[in-house]
């Protein structure tokens, strides 16, 4: 059934409106990053700044560790990606492939792990820490990460394996191949872009998280970004707006650089995975 001209349209017009919803927040951000105190201060703003300004940028640098706390994210956020990959991986491959009575159980507590709510687990977590000496350290917050974004990383991958055509594994064992190398020759390739996606997922939970950055990491030194955002907002509830929205979008911008790197590589893996399947 092809689509008339007039409804294809619509489709478009359906779409631009939808981004455009998506996008309002982030364009605004960036408005207000540029923007001086007296434009802020407007009671008509203005989409764009009139006297655009890099003195925002400035006063937040200079009030706030920001170099110190993205580092902070950079690690904690790509040390949970890394290694709650190489931890979900095997397990999503063996749950997959053996579909045991314990395997459709396991992946039924990862799913069910998913409600429970911050707070429950909040104080355990912080218990345990405390008996590690990992309160206030990115290591801990790592562990945290890990734990946090596992279950979710398993369900992801589980169904990335069952994609993968058992027959092509059982075609390269006639072929002679071993176990090893079946896996990393045929396998490892066409899970590679569930991995990526399930990496992706995973750094960019951990570099927007909040409620357990505040609770763990009690010093600025060893604060994330998210955590350090808050520090421009004084006693009171007044937000210092300028310096706020500047250091909201230098925070924002790492993940939509990685995100717009990945989803090309994410995409041409699909694709040739298409192809050899």
Avoid: C
Avoid at 27 to 51: C, R, V
Avoid at 195 to 207: C, G, H, P, R
Avoid at 244 to 249: I, Q, R
């Amino acid at each position: 059934m092809r689509t008339s001209p007039g409804a294809r349209v619509g489709q478009y017009v359906a779409l631009l409106a939808y981004l455009l919803f998506l996008a309002f927040p982030f364009l605004w951000l960036i408005s207000t990053a540029f923007k001086p105190p007296q434009e802020l201060g407007n009671l008509h703003p203005t989409w764009i700044p009139q006297d655009p300004t890099l003195a925002n940028f400035r006063q937040a640098f200079d009030e706030q560790p920001l170099l110190r706390a993205a580092l902070n994210s950079l690690l904690a956020a790509t040390g949970a990606a890394v290694i709650a990959v190489l931890i979900a991986t095997p397990m999503a491959y063996v749950m997959a492939r053996h579909r045991t009575r314990l395997a459709r159980a396991a992946t039924g507590w990862v799913v069910v792990s998913q409600a429970f709510p911050f707070v429950l687990v909040i104080i355990p977590l912080f218990l345990v820490l405390k008996n590690l000496r990992l309160i206030n350290s990115v290591p801990g917050l790592v562990m945290v990460y890990v734990v946090w974004a596992l279950p979710f990383a398993l369900w992801m991958l589980v169904g990335y394996v069952r994609a993968v055509p058992a027959e092509l594994e059982e075609a390269a064992a006639v072929d002679g191949a071993g176990r090893l190398r079946t896996l990393v020759s045929v396998t490892a390739p066409l899970l590679a872009p569930g991995i990526v996606a399930t990496a992706l997922f995973a750094f960019i939970t951990a570099w927007n998280e909040f409620f357990f950055a505040l609770v763990l990491l009690k010093t600025p030194e060893k604060q994330t970004l998210p955590v350090i955002l808050t520090h421009f907002i004084g006693a009171e509830g007044v937000a210092d707006l300028g310096p706020l929205a500047a250091a909201a979008f230098l925070a924002t911008l790492p993940s939509l650089i990685v995100f717009a790197v990945i989803q090309r590589r994410i995409t041409g893996g699909m694709l040739a995975g298409a192809v050899k399947s």
